[in-house]
């Protein structure tokens, strides 16, 4: 049947047309559902999805838009745990408006550049290619055009996906589809800026507009958060819990369940699709990094006792980096910030040896798991003093769970302080997308990288650089040292833990 009405288009483009009100319809009719030897075998859609694109088909037809006329805006925000499937019914909604709607403007969004790219827009890609429409639209997919549209009209007919940058609001201006449907779709909508939310909220004055919010809630604060609060009279607002959708990690939410409660914000966020009760999961807040990045030279001009600390986060993986962090004192722009790919132990090791005869610093901290481990027992060989940091090592601080933890924990009260920090969109995007929680022992505990992968975002190796700098304490540098003395063992070190130079 499905290969008939492909040889068909008058009949393809008839009966999409006929479900333009029905989602579901659409849907099922769309995607090559459960077919044998298919990219969806075994697959249907998931009981939330159903029910969630029934209820916008309600509101689709509630409001008989004519073509002419415009209608209040379908507004739909949806809160949720993780591994839902939301990613794809994004798509889906995508598909369905784009392709039943001629003349229909998007707009697509998320937190970061890198879960709008890799994610958001990547899965949108995925249900395209799969569709029986996917010859009506071009998808592109490039760091400078993400965009769907159709062949038609490619510049009046089409969807775009747009970084949430508060510079880049315009491109969330008025989307002026009179006669059709303009929509704005947010995934990840704690994390969006409210101009953002400012700018899209006067893009729903034509036509038959619709706004989806989707995401964790990962703050009690902001406008998704008052879509289901202060707002919810004005939005059709859902809650859905993990562990209520069938193929989601069961196992998975019980350890989290059982590491923080059930009642803990952690799991409220991640499993139970609720927002937090304590403020923000966000470790570092947005605003402390921008202060930092906005701080002049001169206000953290490194005196001639600060001590010179490197931060040494080792590669693990293909798609990660080596980063190397020179900090001295408040200044962590103006000594050296070097990231590498696809160098082995003894490149690294030979890298950080360089920095170490050239800046004769006090002191060197270097990630020691994994391949962290050779490294520094070639930085051994070569007779380079250094540190070594188990990231899950036991800390000394009584309020965090692991070294990992303490050294953010530092890290973040010396920002608060203020550091001299690079204008990075990398570097800001580290510091600002771990999140953490409480475990039952109330002792601090960081999202694991693996965690922050399946959000979307990058592994946070130059945060950890520098994080690793406020491992432990180092005291005054000796001023009458020139920066090019030979390094010997950073005698100003501060510990009480002398165990930590072992083997090295």
């Known amino acids: 049947m499905i290969e008939e009405i492909e040889d068909d288009e008058d009949?393809?483009?008839?009966?999409?047309?006929?479900?333009?009100?029905?989602?579901?319809?659409?849907?099922?009719?769309?995607?090559p559902w459960d077919e044998e030897g298919g990219p969806l075998e075994g697959h249907t859609l998931r009981d939330w999805q159903r029910g969630w694109l029934q209820e916008l088909g309600e509101e689709i037809r509630s409001r008989k838009f004519d073509g002419f006329n415009p209608v209040?805006?379908?507004?739909?925000?949806?809160?949720?745990?993780?591994?839902?499937?939301?990613?794809?019914?994004?798509?889906?909604?995508?598909?369905?408006?784009?392709?039943?709607?001629?003349?229909?403007?998007?707009?697509?969004?998320?937190?970061?550049s890198e879960q709008l790219r890799t994610k958001t827009w990547a899965e949108c890609g995925k249900w395209h290619k799969m569709s029986i429409t996917s010859h009506w639209s071009e998808y592109r997919s490039t760091r400078g055009n993400m965009s769907l549209a159709s062949n038609a009209d490619p510049s009046g007919w089409r969807v775009d996906a747009q970084t949430c940058r508060e510079e880049n609001s315009e491109a969330f201006a008025g989307l002026h589809?009179?006669?059709?449907?303009?929509?704005?779709?947010?995934?990840?909508?704690?994390?969006?800026?409210?101009?953002?939310?400012?700018?899209?909220?006067?893009?729903?004055?034509d036509g038959e507009p619709m706004w989806f919010l989707f995401g964790n809630?990962?703050?009690?604060?902001?406008?998704?958060?008052?879509t289901h609060n202060r707002l919810k009279h004005r939005w059709l607002h859902k809650n859905i819990d993990s562990r209520d959708v069938e193929g989601t990690n069961k196992e998975l939410f019980q350890t989290w369940i059982d590491d923080f409660g059930e009642d803990s914000d952690y799991v409220k966020v991640r499993v139970r699709g609720m927002f937090p009760s304590?403020?923000?999961?966000?470790?570092?807040?947005?605003?402390?990094?921008?202060?930092c990045m906005a701080m002049k030279d001169s206000e953290g001009?490194?005196?001639?006792?600060?001590?010179?600390?490197?931060?040494?986060?080792?590669?693990r993986f293909g798609d990660d980096q080596t980063v190397l962090w020179?900090?001295?004192?408040?200044?962590?722009?103006?000594?050296g910030l070097y990231k590498y790919r696809g160098l082995d132990t003894m490149q690294t090791a030979s890298r950080i040896a360089e920095l170490a005869s050239d800046l004769s610093p006090d002191a060197i901290f270097v990630d020691g798991g994994g391949v962290g481990g050779g490294v520094c027992d070639r930085l051994n060989q070569l007779q380079i003093d250094h540190i070594e940091v188990n990231f899950g090592g036991k800390a000394t601080s009584p309020e965090c769970l692991n070294m990992r933890a303490q050294m953010w924990l530092n890290m973040?009260?010396?920002?608060?302080?203020?550091?001299?920090?690079?204008?990075?969109?990398?570097?800001?995007?580290?510091?600002?997308?771990?999140?953490?929680?409480?475990n039952q022992a109330n002792k601090i505990k960081l999202e694991p990288k693996e965690d922050m992968k399946k959000r979307g975002l990058a592994s946070p190796d130059l945060a950890d650089a520098l994080a690793l700098t406020y491992a432990y304490p180092v005291g005054p540098r000796d001023a009458s040292l020139n920066h090019k003395d030979k390094l010997t063992r950073p005698a100003g070190l501060v510990t009480d833990h002398e165990d930590v130079f072992e083997g090295n």
């Open 412 to 438: 973040r009260n010396a920002l608060k302080d203020g550091v001299l920090l690079p204008s990075d969109i990398e570097v800001r995007a580290d510091l600002t997308g771990v999140e953490y929680a409480f």
């Open 301 to 315: 001009v490194a005196g001639l006792t600060d001590p010179i600390i490197i931060g040494c986060d080792i590669a």
């Open 177 to 205: 589809a009179v006669n059709s449907t303009p929509f704005y779709i947010f995934d990840e909508a704690s994390a969006v800026p409210e101009a953002i939310y400012e700018v899209a909220s006067g893009g729903l004055t």
């Open 278 to 291: 304590a403020g923000s999961l966000q470790f570092i807040s947005s605003d402390v990094v921008d202060d």
């Open 217 to 226: 809630g990962t703050r009690n604060s902001g406008r998704f958060f008052e």
């Open 11 to 31: 009949e393809l483009v008839e009966i999409i047309a006929s479900l333009a009100d029905d989602p579901v319809g659409y849907v099922e009719f769309a995607f």
């Open 326 to 335: 020179v900090r001295r004192g408040r200044d962590a722009r103006n000594f």
């Open 72 to 112: 209040s805006p379908v507004q739909c925000s949806t809160v949720s745990g993780h591994g839902i499937g939301k990613s794809a019914l994004t798509s889906m909604v995508i598909k369905f408006i784009h392709d039943t709607r001629p003349y229909s403007r998007g707009v697509v969004t998320a937190n970061t």
